[in-house]
């Protein structure tokens, strides 16, 4: 996974907050999936079956506190 704004969420999320506040959306082939934060992590198996490139955004709550689109 790249170091930056999507490695401080996802620390922060894990280590100094509700992890389960967290959700993701990620590219599965041509749907969004919508999963918690600590599901995706098991899902993804720490980034090795789903690549950080293929996330979205992450909301916390109903805010979206990282897109993909406005991180290009």
């Known amino acids: 996974m790249r170091k930056g704004l999507l ?3 996802i620390s922060k999320a894990m280590y100094a907050d509700d ?7 990620y590219r599965d082939m041509d749907t969004l999936k919508e999963v918690t934060l600590k599901d995706f992590l098991g899902l993804s198996d720490n980034f090795q079956l789903i690549p950080a490139s293929r996330i979205v955004y992450i909301k916390r709550g109903d805010k ?5 689109r406005s991180n290009r």
């Open 19 to 25: 992890i389960n506040m967290y959700i993701v959306c």
């Open 64 to 68: 979206i506190i990282y897109s993909k």
């Open 7 to 9: 490695q401080e969420i």
